[in-house]
């Protein structure tokens, strides 16, 4: 289980390396800077069973960027620089959370645009692999049920300006959310979610001083698309001991291309438990055991990044269950196609691997393959 946690973090290792044999007109250029970033938040309480919220969260972080414009995607994307953050977080109720230390991969779009002088408006998006000192335990740490076990992903969204001060340092301000979670491959699985500010102080090593121009070979348009993806999703039981078992998920549904960079999508998604899990939710086998079958109405989007995609899906549950309430589902990942998404229509096949979750509580983590027509 926690190795299909490593291979999303993987996956968006290779999506930052994603290579296409179409290279822009004009020379590449650099930037790299090392930036150290100090944040402060507060845990939200996202279940009911979490323990009172006392004190602050506080993150450290050292972040690495550099730039190298080398392929189609970072040109569709503004030339988002490439980072490596190495930090760690000390959670509010320590005595419970304890502490984290983590790695990730990180891109940050939107550098090149600015409000006014001085000023640069950004997004960063990233994940990785977190390692936590505590987590739960029956006898001796009952309260953690938001972690389970010791490595963990994690990841984060995170809206920022940096305010330059000259040609070689910027001051950055930030907001965003960090989440730490194992997917459920251990339970319980909460997860730990802290909106946060924070500031930091940067130093640039190199100035880009060249722009590329735009290809020709990119492919914006096309028409709808129908779609297929077959996945197997593993989780574990209610009890902390208990087995893993599989869920298997079928999606059809339609895709629009809106550019040359990003398609939208809907459909219908049918869960299918396997018998084992309805024996562990309802203790026999019965008309209940429709719990075990679920439908869902979704919309998605996927970023594109050569052969790479990061897929997004949100939808409601069409039908109620007595064992999951919640009618929200979502899901979070990543896909590998056979041929690059920007120079490539029609079919063209995949192979995935994605979190899905409840209302912002993970379910499973899955892997999966699918094809457009």
């Not at 550019?259 to 018998?275: L, M, R, Y």
């Not at 919640?326 to 490539?344: D, E, M, Q, V, W």
């Amino acid at each position: 289980m926690k190795w299909l946690l490593v291979a999303l973090v993987l996956g968006l290792s290779f999506s930052l390396n994603a290579q296409t044999k179409y290279k822009h007109r004009g020379s590449a250029f650099k930037q790299n800077k090392v930036e150290a970033q100090f944040m402060i938040g507060r845990i939200v309480k996202n279940h009911p069973d979490l323990p009172k919220n006392i004190g602050y969260t506080t993150i450290q972080s050292l972040n690495f960027y550099g730039k190298r414009n080398k392929w189609q995607w970072q040109y569709l994307y503004g030339s988002p620089s490439l980072g490596l953050s190495i930090g760690s977080a000390q959670f509010g109720n320590n005595n419970t959370y304890g502490n984290a230390y983590f790695t990730m991969l990180q891109m940050k779009f939107g550098e090149r645009v600015g409000c006014v002088r001085r000023l640069r408006p950004h997004v960063i998006l990233g994940t990785g692999l977190a390692y936590h000192t505590k987590q739960y335990d029956y006898l001796s740490n009952p309260d953690n049920i938001a972690i389970s076990s010791k490595i963990n992903n994690v990841s984060k969204a995170e809206l920022g300006a940096k305010i330059y001060l000259n040609q070689r340092s910027f001051i950055g301000v930030y907001g965003g959310v960090y989440h730490f979670s194992n997917g459920k491959a251990s339970v319980p699985n909460v997860g730990i979610n802290v909106p946060y500010v924070g500031a930091s102080l940067a130093y640039i090593f190199y100035k880009p001083n060249s722009k590329l121009a735009k290809t020709d070979s990119i492919i914006t348009k096309d028409r709808i698309r129908v779609n297929g993806r077959l996945g197997l999703g593993f989780t574990k039981s209610k009890l902390p001991t208990g087995p893993v078992y599989h869920i298997y998920t079928y999606q059809l549904f339609a895709s629009k291309r809106l550019s040359g960079k990003n398609n939208v999508q809907a459909g219908f998604e049918v869960f299918q438990h396997s018998p084992t899990s309805v024996l562990l939710q309802h203790q026999e086998l019965s008309e209940k055991s429709i719990d075990a079958t679920r439908i869902v109405f979704f919309a998605g989007h996927e970023f594109y990044f050569g052969h790479f995609s990061f897929l997004t899906q949100g939808g409601i549950y069409i039908d109620q269950s007595i064992s999951k309430p919640s009618i929200f589902s979502s899901r979070l990942g990543f896909n590998y196609y056979l041929k690059s998404l920007h120079n490539h229509i029609g079919v063209n096949p995949n192979i995935g691997v994605a979190v899905k979750s409840d209302f912002g509580e993970a379910d499973f983590v899955e892997i999966s393959i699918g094809c457009g027509f």
